[in-house]
């Protein structure tokens, strides 16, 4: 499992012009799934962003969790974070998981995330979707099970 995870002051995610998840301060999460990933894996990057300090403290030090600063999460499924661009010039997602594994993996782990007293907005799996997002700071870190 693979979670491109974005600081943000505020995004939402748009599906045929109706938003369909928006968030003031927290995590744009996009969430990648493969083949062997199970709720174990799960499990562990909820766990990893859920305690994750990449909030200033007064400090002006990265050291407050989305919890202290009362953020919320916006979960993305994204598949083409296990795109292999090595050969070639189009993409292949043979390493992406399918919809049958993923869909019900992806509303696992947003399940976590809530489990952790975090408020979870998403987008639609499987739609076109048009994210935005205002970056705080720039932080982006890559999160990944494996």
Known sequence: MRVLLQRAKDASVTVGGEITGSI???????VGITHEDTEQDANYI???????????DDDGKLNRSIKEVDGAIL?????TLYGNVQKGR???FIEAAKTDVAEPLWEYFNEQL????????????????????????PVTLMVESR
Do not use: C
């Not at 003031?24 to 996009?30: A, D, E, K, N, P």
């Not at 979960?75 to 598949?79: A, C, D």
């Open 24 to 30: 003031s301060t927290g995590y744009v999460l996009l």
């Open 46 to 56: 909820a766990n990893k962003v859920a305690g994750l300090r990449i909030y200033e």
């Open 75 to 79: 979960s993305v499924s994204q598949f």
């Open 90 to 92: 189009r993409p292949s």
């Open 114 to 137: 809530r489990g952790h007293g975090l408020h979870v907005e998403t987008g639609q799996f499987g739609a076109m979707m048009d994210v935005q997002l205002t970056n705080d700071g």
